[in-house]
């Protein structure tokens, strides 16, 4: 049997573009600046874009901000959403004088009956009434264009809503291209006493072409690029109490750091990778994370391919613009609100055109004075989550014939499960490794 | 000082404790001047005659710091609070909104406060 007789199989390569720019924060200075600067540049470019959208949808009727409501005239005002929520946890609740039963269960879900949703503009604010916008599908954050009037009660009675709509989209030439694949794997979670090593090495031999036969790894072959969305690592709680370190946790506390490096060094040596961080993974806190340090990382570093990105992180393929975050926006988005599935939320984001409104409210965020990076301008092709608990995929269609992939992507250490993308024609599907040997 | 102390008689009533005369005091007291106290037994809130003897009434309030002030104050241009007027004028200009020039050319010609009003007081 010959083995070495055939010529060596070349993977794939694509153009790579990274549009994390905006998401850096080395340039900002802190001047003491509070949020409201966000929210006044996330105002005023929703509503530049939204002005010039009501003449599509509603142009009869007068444009006015919120001082300047009469009772019983109907009109469109523009103004951030706020959603009043009782069960939202309140640090003035550690202050109040009534001790309420606290409940010892924290819910999943602030959500409540009671809650009510207020627009707001630089003007003032006003209470909405009115049936036709829904409590649990908006938070607060969401600039949108409401149609009503303001009733005897002094709220305003909501008739129409106009949100951003899917933002507009380059069309990119999806045919006469070949079999490209993308691997998004995320929640690796190495450190964590249940992960599984084996799991990640099966998935790292698959990937460089170690496992299987010449069809297998003529398909590892077409793999072009990986991207591992978030909570690389997980330090265990009980070295992070803020006592003093002996040496022989010192090590403890790195060690989970030299087995990922082992692993995406041995990656980074075949294909390009991105690594983002994670709420797990030693970053900052507040969005947009910042790259992980390469210091964390010094074998994989010395090889090019190998890129540390920001979360949220963008970035172009061959031209096909891919945009996800490591999962802090739907996270939040699912305490404040619901949906039938995270999806859903995926797709109530676009539809807002922002990553993340429940920034900085109840998401941190980093206080930008003059712009709001979270703002989607372009739609992307691709839309991605990490560490969500299951793998969903759908094909968003908009109106104006955009055309999305969004994709839940599961954590990899409880699920074994990897999503693999043909840039082709924006087919996704899943990649599980098993380690249980059936007896 | 002696004729400045006979236009403080004038103006204000001289009363002990009183909180009248210090209605105009600036709230950034700036340290009296000796000068103020020479040959005056009467006692002077150390801020109206700071200013080299001249009164202080006008808070230090003059018609540039005025129209900076309303700057400030215009909601359009968003919040004051934490960002130097310089880039505050520069915000507005980059998203459109054509803040007025002369601003621009009050800030960068100096001698006016750089920081917004409520600098320092919030």
Partial sequence: ?????????????????????????????????????????????????????????????????????????????????????????????????????????????????????????????????????????????????????????????????????????????????????????????????????????????????????EEEQGLAAEIVHLVIVGNSVEISRGLLNGQNLASKDQSR?????????????????????????????????????????????PGSTTYNTFRSCTNPHCFELDSIRFLGTSGQNIDDLTKYSEAKDKLDFLERTLRWRHLAPTAPNTLGCYPFTDRDPFLIDSCPDVYFVGNQEKYETCLLKGLEGQLVRLICIPRFCETGVAVVLNMRNLECHALTFGTQISS | MATTSKNMNVFYRQKKKSTTSTGKKSTKSPSPKHAATFGSDITQPPGLVSHGGSLDLKDDFDEQEQVLRQFDMNMAYGPCVGITRLDRWERAQRMGLNPPKEIESLLKGGKVKLESLFDGRV
């Fill in chain 1, 1 to 213: 049997m010959e083995v070495d007789s055939q010529e060596q199989l070349q993977r794939k390569q694509s153009t790579y573009l990274s549009l994390d720019e905006n998401f850096e924060i080395q340039k900002e200075v802190y001047r003491g600046q509070q949020y409201s600067q966000i929210y006044f540049a996330r105002l005023h470019m929703m509503r530049t874009l939204l002005y010039s959208l009501v003449p599509n949808w509603k142009s009869h009727l007068p444009v006015c901000t919120v001082l300047e409501l009469k009772e019983g005239k109907e009109c469109i005002i523009f103004g951030t959403l706020y959603k009043h929520m009782k069960l939202k946890p309140c640090i003035l609740d550690e202050y109040s004088k009534e001790r309420s039963v606290a409940p010892l269960i924290k819910p999943h879900n602030f959500m409540h009956q009671d809650d009510y949703l207020v627009l707001e503009d630089e003007s003032g604010r006003v209470k909405l009434g009115g049936t036709k916008l829904s409590t649990s599908v908006y938070v607060t954050g969401v600039v949108v264009a409401l149609h009503g009037k303001e009733t005897s009660a002094g709220a305003f009675f909501v008739e129409d809503v106009l949100e951003a709509g899917l933002p507009p989209q380059i069309k990119r030439p999806l045919k006469s291209r070949e079999d490209k694949y993308v691997v998004f794997v995320s929640g690796l979670s190495i450190g964590r006493s249940s992960s599984n090593p084996l799991q990640f090495q099966l998935l790292v031999d698959h990937i460089t072409g170690h496992l299987g036969d």
């Fill in chain 1, 253 to 297: 506390l790195c060690e989970p750091f030299k087995e990922l490096d082992i692993l995406l060094t041995q990656i980074a040596a075949s294909l390009p990778l991105d690594i983002m961080p994670g709420s797990s993974d030693p970053a900052n806190f507040a969005l947009p994370q910042q790259p992980l340090n390469r210091c964390l990382f």
